[in-house]
């Protein structure tokens, strides 16, 4: 089992900044791609991010590209998300996920943790 916390989440203002950052435990982090996704209001469950086990690799939601980055160190069991110039239509709570393939994770992954509420104000 893998165990997953986030924080940072909050209230921003439309064009500001959020870092996201998720703890993981219980099995070798550096074994695991990691990810988020997040989930809006009334909407599915959407893919944002995800990155190689080695933090080699990333890949993006169209609608995040340019303005989110996603990092991980591997030393600290951490994976981050860097969320600049923030959109009201990334009001969402994100989840931080983790899966041993890096390819399949646009579509879902093996563990997840409970959720941190990013809201953004107009």
């Known amino acids: 089992q893998v165990q997953l916390v986030e924080s940072g989440g909050g209230l921003v203002q439309a064009g500001g900044s959020l870092r996201l950052s998720c703890a993981a435990s219980?099995?070798?982090?550096?074994?695991?791609?990691m990810g988020w996704f997040r989930q809006a209001p009334g909407k599915e469950r959407e893919f944002v991010a995800a990155?190689?086990?080695?933090?080699?690799?990333?890949k993006y939601a169209d609608s995040v590209k340019g303005r989110f980055t996603i990092s991980r160190d591997n030393a600290k069991n951490t994976v981050y998300l860097q969320m600049n110039s923030l959109k009201p239509e990334d009001t969402a709570v994100y989840y931080c996920?983790?899966?041993?393939?890096?390819?399949?994770?646009?579509?879902?992954?093996?563990?997840w943790g409970k959720g941190t509420l990013v809201t953004v104000s107009s």
């Open positions: 996920a983790a899966d041993p393939s890096y390819g399949t994770f646009r579509r879902t992954a093996a563990y």
């Open positions: 990155i190689s086990s080695s933090g080699s690799s990333t």
């Open positions: 219980g099995r070798t982090f550096s074994n695991y791609a």
